[in-house]
Antibody, heavy 121, light 110 residues
């Protein structure tokens, strides 16, 4: 059973770049896409971006200029970098696997437990 | 403002059937499948319905869903106190080239 675990600093200063890593255990990364979703406190979910195991990326247009998602299948990890952060980027960040069916339809399963990132000086 | 529109709240008494709607457009629900996620308090979301109406193994058959045109709905029959959670619909948007979510519906079991 695949499990995902986020790691990274919980506190980032405004204007800096936040970096998170998601470690994948219990299964191969090949053939799936991997992504990030965030949730500000008390608010809804926002998709950030995704990457295939071969490296193809898609980003939320509203964040695209600041986001980079990368993958290292040899380490069973993928990462998120978000630059020029502000208080508005304070949120719980979840890493997800993109599962799929024979029809090519996708969904997020599983999810990591989430990690809180606070942007503050 | 979420791309997909959900009612902020829904409620019912134990044993009742509750439905949650999700409204989108031709660029998302109208073109792609809908997934539903349940987020229990303090937990990460988990998928309860994918591909419009498919239940992952382990999800009770009390959960069902449908899609018609640019709208979708999730139904939970025989609701129980431990069904209390936030529910989110989601779909791929071909105009935005990305995943979009509804704003979430908080289910309260009275």
């Amino acid at each position: 059973q695949v499990q995902l675990q986020e790691s990274g600093p919980g506190l980032v200063k405004p204007s800096e770049t936040m970096s998170l890593t998601c470690s994948v255990s219990g299964g191969s990364m090949n053939g799936y896409f991997w992504g990030w979703v965030r949730q500000p406190a008390g608010q809804g979910l926002e998709w950030i971006g995704r990457i295939s195991s071969s490296g193809t990326t898609y980003y939320n247009p509203s964040l695209k200029s600041r986001v980079t998602v990368s993958v290292d299948t040899s380490k069973s990890q993928f990462s998120l970098k978000l630059s020029s952060v502000t208080a508005a980027d304070t949120a719980i960040y979840f890493c997800v696997r993109g599962d799929y069916d024979v029809g090519g339809r996708n969904w997020f399963d599983p999810w990591g437990q989430g990690t809180l990132v606070t942007v503050s000086s | 403002q979420s791309v997909l529109t959900q009612p902020p709240s829904a409620s019912g008494t134990p044993g009742q059937r509750v439905t949650i709607s999700c409204s989108g457009s031709s660029s998302n629900i109208g073109s792609n499948s809908v997934n539903w996620y349940q987020q229990l308090p303090g937990m990460a979301p988990k998928v309860v319905i994918h591909s419009n109406n498919q239940r992952p193994s382990g999800v009770p058959d009390r959960f069902s869903a449908s899609k018609s045109g640019t709208s979708a709905s999730l139904a939970i029959s025989g609701i129980q106190s431990d069904d209390e959670a936030d529910f989110y619909c989601s779909s791929w948007d071909i105009s935005l080239n990305g995943w979009v979510f509804g704003g979430g519906t908080k289910l309260t079991v009275l």
